[in-house]
């Protein structure tokens, strides 16, 4: 277990429990949104997030824990990964955390994501 992608609907804790999961195992964290969102809610172009994917797992080559999944990423995310966990719990538990989470980023005006785009 060195190079795993954690997927899940919206709200399910990919995030949170990908970063935690890395930290433990001593694994690279490597969240898709982050690579994906340009400021203002455009998106990167294809391209860009390729290079971006290729490079982050490129410096990681001793393991990653990647967060999310885009159907274009499957075929570079596949070719490395050996460990799939999907995180699959009901609606209301996801809404409730969802609901959380986009109030209390609401009140703290917190940064969706880095800066590193």
Known sequence: MKFINIIGTTGSGKSTFA???AQKQQLKYIE?????WLDDWQESTNEAL???LKNAMENAATGWVIDGLYTRT???MMEKVDTVIWLDYSFHI???RLTK???GR???RKKLWEDSN
């Open 101 to 103: 989470r986009t109030f």
């Open 74 to 76: 499957i075929p570079m």
């Open 19 to 21: 970063r935690h999961l």
């Open 106 to 108: 609401v009140i703290s």
């Open 50 to 52: 390729f290079l971006k």
């Open 32 to 36: 898709l949104d982050n690579l994906l």
């Open 94 to 96: 996801n809404l409730y």
